[in-house]
């Protein structure tokens, strides 16, 4: 029986690189399927891993009728065994009930996979709709990691190295990029905003400590221990 899958994590865990190994694993066994994205951070119509692995898919827009995609696919004389649904948090509630009549009434699985929440906890529309239609909800394996080492189950975003929890829902945009040899991250000229997003576990999220503020709060902490006493101190 088709089923409607929902494959949550954190950002970064490797649920577009899973998205692209599904689809290669069923497309090799003789099932034909359709791939969809919105909001790539590669840009527009495609899939990208930080693996590296890469494919064209169709853009979901806000005008996106998936039933009426698949319904076309099929009258058109092709085959439609699944869909794979990148970013999936992005889509309308609406768009997601579209995808559960598509597996009910077509007979299609669909896998869709996407972050559950966002920056300030909140569930993003579209992922809230997952979980009360899914069939079945998976939670990827590879476990992104907290700078403290706990497993990371909260996305934080940052504006010019701050963490923030006020702002648009919507932002496309990386994890922190990455730090130089000499420690110093890189950034964009003064003049832009630099958002960037770190995986952090609850504590640390609650706390709104990113790893460049425990750098710098054990930095002060040593720099204290090293200060010599003096007279009266
Ligand atoms: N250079 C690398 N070598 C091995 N694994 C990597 C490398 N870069 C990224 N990864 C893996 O890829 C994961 C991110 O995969 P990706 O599919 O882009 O995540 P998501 O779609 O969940 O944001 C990381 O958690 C890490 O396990
Ligand atoms: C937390 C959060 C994330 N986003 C954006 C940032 C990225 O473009 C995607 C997630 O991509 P990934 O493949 O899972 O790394 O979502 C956002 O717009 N708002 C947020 O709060």
Redesign the pocket.
């Known amino acids: 029986m088709a089923e409607l899958v929902f494959f949550s ?1 954190t ?7 899973l998205a692209l190994q599904l689809d290669h694993t069923h497309r090799a066994r003789g099932r034909e399927g359709l791939l969809f994205t919105r909001c790539d951070r590669a840009g527009d119509s495609v899939i990208s ?3 590296g692995l890469r494919r064209d898919a169709l853009e979901v827009r806000d005008g996106t009728d998936f039933w009426e995609v698949a319904v076309a696919h099929r009258t058109g004389g092709q085959h439609l065994d699944y869909v794979v649904c990148d970013e999936a948090q992005f889509y309308s509630p609406r768009q997601v009930e579209q995808l559960a009549r598509i597996v009910d009434d077509l007979g299609v699985d669909v896998y869709a996979f996407g972050i559950m929440a966002d920056f300030r906890t909140r569930l993003f529309p579209g992922s809230a709709r997952l979980v009360e239609l899914a069939d079945r909800l998976e939670v990827l394996q ?1 476990e ?1 990691l907290c700078w403290c080492g706990a497993r990371a189950t909260h996305n934080a975003r940052t504006v010019d190295g701050e963490m923030v929890v006020e702002g648009e829902q919507v932002v496309v945009g990386d994890v922190q990029a990455a730090e130089d040899e000499d420690g110093a991250t890189d950034t964009a000229p003064a003049t832009t905003a630099v958002v960037a997003y770190e995986v952090l576990c609850r504590r640390h999220h609650v706390r709104r400590e990113t790893a460049a503020r425990a750098r710098t709060r054990v930095g002060r902490q040593l720099r204290l221990e090293d200060a010599p006493l003096t007279a009266g101190a």
């Open positions: 994590g950002m970064d865990c490797g649920k577009s690189t891993s930080r693996l590879v992104a």
